[in-house]
T-cell receptor, first 111, second 116 residues
Framework: GENVEQHPSTLSVQEGDSAVIKCTYS??????FPWYKQELGKGPQLIID?????GEKKDQRIAVTLNKTAKHFSLHITETQPEDSAVYFC??????????FGQGTILTVHP | GAVVSQHPSWVICKSGTSVKIECRSL??????MFWYRQFPKQSLMLMAT?????????EQGVEKDKFLINHASLTLSTLTVTSAHPEDSSFYIC????????????FGEGSRLTVL
């Protein structure tokens, strides 16, 4: 089955800096790669996603890149703000529709 | 994005009792629903996949007789934890999609189960 590895497990940045979280996946047939933000005690919230036919996608301060050959994808947050502090999960969806999550990254943005 | 409503948001029960968690898609028809479990400071682990009108498919290691899943309509799926024990205490999260292989996955707010 699919295996998703996510790094780093914790990330601490100063407000205004950029944050990058990286994930690798194992199933070359996976076709959809969403990123979720989870705040304490809440369900995951989709913040951006990318499909396998696209290499990069951007939405304001958030961007995602996908390298299908290397089977890795990354989340980039620019101009970070304290409210960006949360746990971020990457995920990969395999052909059966099953979504496999990475281990999560605790992002802390210091004012 | 689409809205998935999950209820209750938290529940405390005694060991040996059963607890039902409801997951509703409010503005789309969820042909497929997924149930996840999340232990503190850990990632989401898929428990089962259910398609409307069909029996759920459980992941390896998940007891189907303990975690009963019903997906009787395109807008409602339920998870019943039967004979709950303290080790079942966890955060349970449902998600729905209109198309399992191509659609976005929308998550509920989660249900915190504490078994005493």
């Amino acid at each position: 089955g699919e295996n998703v590895e996510q790094h780093p497990s914790t990330l601490s940045v100063q407000e205004g800096d950029s944050a990058v979280i990286k994930c690798t996946y194992s199933d070359s047939a996976s076709n959809y790669f969403p990123w979720y933000k989870q705040e304490l005690g809440k369900g995951p919230q989709l913040i951006i996603d990318i499909r396998s036919n696209v290499g990069e996608k951007k939405d304001q301060r958030i961007a995602v890149t996908l390298n299908k050959t290397a089977k890795h994808f990354s989340l980039h947050i620019t101009e970070t703000q304290p409210e960006d502090s949360a746990v971020y999960f990457c995920a990969a969806r395999s052909m059966g529709g099953k979504l496999t999550f990475g281990q999560g990254t605790i992002l802390t943005v210091h004012p | 994005g689409a809205v998935v409503s999950q209820h209750p948001s938290w529940v405390i029960c005694k060991s040996g009792t059963s607890v039902k968690i409801e997951c509703r898609s409010l503005d789309f028809q969820a042909t497929t629903m997924f149930w996840y479990r999340q232990f503190p400071k850990q990632s989401l682990m898929l428990m089962a996949t259910s398609n409307e009108g069909s029996k759920a498919t459980y992941e390896q290691g998940v007891e189907k007789d303990k975690f009963l899943i019903n997906h009787a309509s395109l807008t409602l799926s339920t998870l019943t934890v039967t004979s709950a024990h303290p080790e079942d205490s966890s955060f349970y999260i449902c998600s729905g999609t209109g198309a399992a292989n191509t659609g976005e996955l929308f998550f509920g707010e989660g249900s915190r189960l504490t078994v005493l």
